[in-house]
């Protein structure tokens, strides 16, 4: 395949991309991590630093400063931006037409792979620009280095994004990792990267730190600063705003830009990897069940058993997204028009639910029953995180699934959409409270009530924070993207995030105040059941 048709194949796919709604929210983001990357001067809030000293905002500390910002967090939400690219090609029906041409499935997985990073590089190009407005805003430096910003976004974020392009791919075309438990288990991989990747021996330069803090080293050397403390990459926040020094960039050693051009290969050989057994979108072959399975699952929390795939014969043309038989799943019977509040959540339930495996239930019953033996301390610090975190697959269900399923159609020719909305996040609420219920009793029991509070406030939250981002992105992927770093940092007690109340100070929590998680979650929800009316009444019949 020529690298002409290979290129217009990528871009017809980020075409198809960026005009979805996950799009725009990824991009907004990125303009966020922007802005975090680059804090007012004194702020006591930083992502960057070495020791007790920053560097001056001139372009090349911005451009580092950002580029190591997207080396960090990028991978992670990227991934979850760009990992749909077979269950996509399936569900349309693109990927059986691409089966019947000459093109290679190498070919393919290359287009696949490019569409990949180009909409990752587009993250990338959204930072750089607003690291040049977040230099010109913070003003301690108007001179643009375009060369010096734009340095450190080659060499040290790119090949990340290549990398995670490749394990997209990759995560798509093994059966285990399709569905959502392959964007749980790529947070712990991400997480194993990160850690490993900041240290000066990492192969391959690991996520590029190295060269820039050797060069920042040397410089606060050169001019004779006492620094303590260490280099840091993360959110920090620190008791007195840092000193600065004045960083005029580095020039990578040859030994880096190889690690860095070794990562890209190596990631590109990832990337083709799965063409030694990738079925073509071909019901007859042996690993056919690639991307097929992935389009009936891809929403599907863990251990959803799904429905028999539709018969179609060997001579059967693949049917268009207009006619494609839905999946068993009783939306409209379960709203029928008309229907009690009482019976919209009973259906909206039996939805959320249908389909659980026993083995996630003995998971959860598990974790009630060690919610039992522990000290009502640990049932609190440690238990209910676990609790709220098994169920996080179903939750990302909660206003996406009727968009993923396509029934969103079928949907809107009934009324009451804010009932319905209310209803599904109530459904989830039950969910919530169920999984969290032995904590709260243990609580209860020990007259906790600050820590109960504190839980009434996060199960509220947690199912709001889902219909909210899965009506928004009408994806899964965007509520699992960000409910998993939230959840860790509450898990490694962090009080500023924790809307559970599992951090404690002397017995109580030391979290968020129930008060302000319960307004957020009604927020969310009223924006939810605002949205929800509109968009579903019916045209007048003359």
């Not at 590089?121 to 407005?133: C, I, N, Q």
């Not at 389909?355 to 609190?380: Q, R």
């Not at 404690?504 to 924006?527: D, F």
Request: proline letters at 8%.
């Amino acid at each position: 395949m020529g690298i002409g048709r290979l290129g217009r194949l990528a871009l017809g796919d980020v075409r198809d991309r960026v005009r979805r709604p996950a799009y725009a929210v990824t991009l907004l983001a990125a303009v966020l991590l922007g802005y975090l990357a680059v804090p007012q001067p004194a702020s006591h809030w930083v992502i960057l630093q070495i020791g007790d000293f920053r560097g001056t905002y001139n372009s090349a500390y911005v451009g580092v400063a950002t580029a190591l910002a997207a080396a960090l967090w990028l991978p992670l939400a990227g991934f979850y931006v760009v990992r749909n690219a077979l269950a996509r090609d399936e569900r349309s029906g693109v990927g059986r037409l691409l089966a019947a041409t000459p093109l290679r499935t190498t070919g393919y997985f290359a287009s696949k792979l490019l569409s990949n990073v180009l909409v990752l590089v587009s993250m990338l190009g959204v930072l750089a620009v607003t690291a040049v407005v977040m230099q010109l805003a913070r003003g301690e430096s108007y001179r643009i280095d375009p060369v010096a910003l734009l340095k450190p976004f080659v060499v040290v974020a790119l090949p990340l994004m290549v990398v995670t392009g490749a394990a997209a791919l990759l995560f798509e075309s093994l059966p285990v990792l399709r569905g959502g438990v392959g964007n749980v288990v790529w947070f712990f991989v991400w997480m194993v990267l990160v850690l490993g990747g900041q240290r000066p021996d990492a192969p391959l330069g690991g996520i590029g730190v190295h060269g820039a803090v050797a060069s920042m080293a040397g410089d606060l050397a050169a001019q004779h600063a006492h620094v303590t403390g260490e280099f840091s990459l993360g959110f920090t926040y620190l008791d007195q705003p840092l000193r600065t020094f004045v960083w005029h960039g580095f020039t990578p050693e040859q030994g880096f830009v190889l690690g860095r051009a070794g990562l890209v290969l190596a990631a590109a050989a990832l990337a083709l990897l799965p063409a030694l057994w990738f079925g073509r979108f071909d019901p007859a072959r042996g690993g056919a069940r690639g991307a097929t399975a992935g389009r009936r699952v891809q929403a599907a929390a863990p251990g959803i058993v799904p429905g028999p795939p539709p018969p179609h014969g060997p001579t059967t043309a693949p049917p268009s997204p207009a006619h494609r038989p839905l999946p068993s799943l009783s939306f409209a019977s379960a709203t029928p028009p008309g229907a009690t509040f009482h019976g919209l959540l009973l259906g909206e339930l039996r939805i959320l639910l249908q389909g659980v495996a026993w083995w996630w239930w003995t998971g959860a019953a598990l974790i009630s029953i060690v919610g039992l033996c522990v000290p009502t301390a640990g049932a609190a610090r440690v238990v209910l995180p676990l609790a709220w975190i098994w169920p996080v697959l179903i939750w990302s269900r909660l206003g996406a699934q009727r968009h993923e399923h396509g029934v969103q159609a079928l949907l809107g020719s009934y009324p009451a959409g804010r009932r319905r909305a209310l209803a599904e996040w109530s459904a989830g609420f039950a969910l919530t409270a169920a999984a969290g219920s032995v904590p709260l009793l243990r609580l209860a029991m020990a007259g906790d009530w600050p820590g109960v509070a504190s839980w009434a406030g996060g199960a509220l939250f947690i199912p709001a924070l889902a219909l909210a981002l899965g009506s928004l992105s009408r994806t899964h992927r965007l509520f699992q993207a960000l409910y998993l770093p939230l959840w860790y940092c509450v898990f490694n007690g962090l009080p500023l995030l924790d809307y559970m109340g599992a951090t404690r100070a002397e017995g109580r929590p030391a979290a968020l105040s129930p008060l302000l998680v319960a307004g957020l979650a009604a927020l969310l929800l009223a924006g939810v059941v605002a949205a929800a009316g509109p968009l579903r009444r019916a045209p007048a019949v003359s």
